[in-house]
Nanobody, 123 residues
Framework: QVQLVESGGGLVQAGGSLMLSCAAS????????MGWYRQTPGKQRELVAA???????NYADSVKGRFTISRDNAKNLVYLQMNSLKPEDTAVYYC?????????????????WGKGTLVTVSS
């Protein structure tokens, strides 16, 4: 089992920045892919960014150039640096992990999930 705990969410003005962190514990060796997903009420969960243990990344088109995913394998941490935030980035952000490298835009198939952290961007 893998436990994921997100932190770093909060309220920020449009144009501002936030960095989310995800601390992983447990059977970390079994995880290959780490990702960030987000969801707002009434909308489907969507991929924000994902990164393999080897450093390969995927980003949603809506965040390319603004968000950066990174991971510290030695410390079992995954980060999401969010810059130039927009009101439409407001959502609950979830950290997720998978035992394979398959990325899905919906998050289906991810093996482990954190409880989420709320990001609110005011206009």
């Amino acid at each position: 089992q893998v436990q994921l705990v997100e932190s770093g969410g909060g309220l920020v003005q449009a144009g501002g920045s936030l960095m989310l962190s995800c601390a992983a514990s447990g059977s970390i060796f079994s995880t290959v892919l780490m990702g960030w997903y987000r969801q707002t009420p009434g909308k489907q969960r969507e991929l924000v960014a994902a990164m393999t243990r080897g450093g390969r990344t995927n980003y949603a088109d809506s965040v390319k150039g603004r968000f950066t995913i990174s991971r510290d394998n030695a410390k079992n941490l995954v980060y999401l640096q969010m810059n130039s935030l927009k009101p439409e980035d407001t959502a609950v952000y979830y950290c997720a992990a998978r035992k394979t490298m398959i990325v899905t835009t919906s998050g289906d198939g991810m093996d482990y999930w954190g409880k989420g952290t709320l990001v609110t961007v005011s206009s």
